[in-house]
């Protein structure tokens, strides 16, 4: 079972599947996943997400040196819960994002293509257009991994 940590990614489970947030530094990455947290996900990881391949399904883990560390703007390091669940969805924080993707793009990640969304970040609503997201263009649940999936204490 190999390990890599990603840096400036953050992580959120949602029904049991990961949605990792990358865009560049003060794109609002924390401020999305702090959003759907609120909407009951649970954090996997704030900038730094730790990715381990078991049974071929591509798992999110709360990173060694952070884990349960997010940071909330103008306020500092919160700890919270953090949870591991298999990758669904990438979304990448862009201003430029189209309006009506036309096809969703994948990247590669440890040899295993993941849907990349490019996401508007910012609005009033984007905790729940990711939720969307996730929903319409995320990878169904694999049932190896499905066992895998549990809350870290």
């Not at 997010?70 to 990448?92: F, H, M, S, Y």
């Not at 201003?95 to 440890?110: H, K, N, S």
Request: negative net charge.
């Amino acid at each position: 079972m190999s390990k890599q940590v990603l840096a400036n990614v953050t992580g959120v489970a949602i029904g049991g599947r990961a949605l990792l947030i990358e865009g560049a530094p003060g794109v609002g990455k924390s401020s999305l996943a702090l959003a759907l947290i609120d909407r009951g996900a649970v954090l996997i990881g704030d900038d730094a997400i730790e990715l381990v391949v078991q049974d071929g399904a591509l798992i999110a883990a709360p990173p060694p040196n952070t884990s349960g560390l997010i940071e909330v703007r103008n306020i500092g390091l919160v700890e919270l819960p953090t949870a591991r669940a298999p990758v669904a969805l990438v979304l990448k924080l862009d201003p430029d994002a189209p309006r009506f993707p036309m096809e969703v793009p994948t990247t590669v990640m440890a040899d295993i293509f993941v849907p990349l969304l490019p996401f508007a970040p910012g609005d009033a609503t984007q905790a729940l257009r990711a939720e969307h997201a996730l929903a319409k263009h995320g990878l169904p649940f694999p049932s190896a991994a499905q066992a895998a999936t549990r809350q870290v204490q």
